[in-house]
């Protein structure tokens, strides 16, 4: 069995402005940064193994910083990228909200949410969990400490606990916690969601 600890990238200017951010390969603000690195603090000795990133530079730096204490091997893989969210990129929540009954009508539709132009949930939650399956097959028995993305962590969480993601249901994600998924022989489980593992501060919050 390989458990996978996994936690969002760290603020953003684009987070802060509450925009939608997608594949858009924005980079860690101020806070971002110092909250990587009181993150590391909190993780450190915690008999990590391995540290996998997605491919976008705020995962990337995130991670980055945690390994400045973890001094671990750290690997980048891309199917744990953000949605895209295509011509929805960029927008701020306000913006979103405009578009009314199409936008409605996608969330209606759960797992097969489609921002215009962009990825389905259902499309971004089968190459994460590809990713898994396969870092599980590469890293047998080992715990791996994961930097990736809000709607990632969302769609997993919603899918291995049975949840539709439809509009009304609760988000099974708190900002600035730690998230532990399993996998083994090919199975992608829920281990335990919301792990404090720093003290309290700004943590992104709010958009993809």
Known sequence: MTAF??????????????????????????EGREQARNWAEALAGAGFDLIVTSGLARARETGAILNQVLNLPMVEDARLNEQDWGNWTGLT?????????????????GFDFRPEGGESRNEMLDRACDAFIDLSGEHPGKSVLVVTHNGVLRCLAHALSGSDYLPGDPDPIMPGRLHRF???????ALGELNVAFARPGGSGEATE
């Open 5 to 30: 600890f996994c936690l969002r990238h760290g603020m953003t200017d684009w987070n802060r402005e509450h925009r939608i951010q997608g594949r858009t390969d924005t980079a860690l603000n101020d």
């Open 93 to 109: 929540r306000k913006e979103l909200a405009k578009k009314g009954k199409l936008l409605n009508q996608q969330e209606k539709k």
């Open 182 to 188: 399993e996998c083994a022989e090919l199975e992608l």
